[in-house]
């Protein structure tokens, strides 16, 4: 397989369906995690094999929930050893949930959600949800190989900041695949639901990849209805919309208020590593200065 590989189109099906399920499980990790900030105990986490809850404590147990897309299943571990799975197949949204349901319950892992999903336009509930019933093992091999690709270049791209910084991890309601870092001021309070105004409590400059709205995803048509990579300060200093931001073919979307990398850009250049860490590196740098961040406290130049 190509590092950076084709995201199909034909993969929308299987993207509506395999956001749904991820929202499922995410859902579950909000009713079980701790509250970290920043909603940081929710995000899944990505691993060897796919990606995963953090450990959620269930009374004196504690248990996580993994996509595994090498083997497709789904993995329910337990710290006392026993481990459940289900097989990632196609089958509709409403029977995953009550799979997912009744093998917990069977694993005294009782968990009560709110069945609806979120982030998305026109919601329906989990339980009633029979349209979205793909499963493209291939499609999701080249989607979690994409997201592996990122995650290296993200977390390279982060290191020399020393300051709070996010995890690189993956928000199952938006379905983007995201690392932040923070200047330590407080910003401005926001407008909107209250995980909104946790994430954006304190300044923040951003970076992620998202496979982007369109006919036939969750979101619909939309402002970016193709694979993309995006970058965006929160708040947006003055003049951010007007920086100079590489490589070629990054823009900036007024409408989303972010700069917008096209996922086929970063795969046409020569060098797709290094396009991706101008982009990074040059959006963060110009924002950063904007914003008058100290970067000579939240930056470590070279390593010793």
């Known amino acids: 397989m190509d590092r950076w590989p084709d995201l199909p189109r034909a993969w929308v099906d299987t993207y509506a369906t395999l956001h749904l399920w991820t929202q499922i499980v995410g859902k579950i990790a909000l009713a079980q995690a701790p509250p970290l900030n920043h909603c940081w105990s929710v995000a899944l986490q990505l691993t060897a ?13 504690t248990f996580t929930i993994e ?50 999903p979120v982030e998305v336009p026109n919601p329906v509930r989990f339980t009633e ?11 999701v091999e080249t989607f979690w190989h994409i997201l592996v690709q990122c995650e290296r270049i993200f977390s390279r791209a982060r290191c020399p900041f020393i300051g709070k910084a996010s995890p690189v991890h993956f928000f199952w309601g938006s379905f983007d695949l995201a690392v932040t870092r923070f200047s330590g001021r407080p910003a401005p309070p926001r407008e909107g639901p209250a995980f909104m105004r946790d994430a954006y409590s304190h300044e923040v400059i951003s970076h992620g990849f998202w496979p982007g709205s369109g006919r036939g995803t969750l979101f619909g048509d939309g402002p970016v209805n193709e694979p993309a990579f995006y970058a965006y300060a929160v708040p947006a200093p003055p003049g951010f919309e007007q920086i100079h931001v590489e490589p070629a073919g990054a823009f ?53």
């Not at 396009?275 to 040059?282: K, M, N």
């Not at 963060?284 to 200065?289: F, G, K, R």
């Open 49 to 61: 094999r796919g990606l995963t809850t953090r450990p959620l404590p269930h009374g004196e147990r």
């Open 129 to 139: 949800d029979t349209v979205h019933a793909t499963y493209d093992p291939a499609h």
């Open 252 to 304: 900036y979307h007024r409408e989303l208020g972010e700069f917008i990398l096209p996922y086929r850009a970063v795969r046409g250049t020569s060098d797709p590593d290094q396009a991706l860490l101008t982009f990074i590196d040059s959006t963060y740098t110009h924002a950063a200065d904007l914003a008058a961040w100290d970067r000579a406290s939240l930056e470590r130049h070279a390593f010793t």
């Open 67 to 116: 996509f595994d897309f090498a083997a497709h299943q789904l993995m329910i571990t337990m710290s006392d050893g026993v481990q459940r799975s289900l097989p990632l197949a196609s089958r509709s949204v409403a029977t995953f949930y009550g799979e997912v349901m009744t093998l917990l319950e069977e694993m005294k892992l009782p968990v009560r959600i709110w069945d609806v």
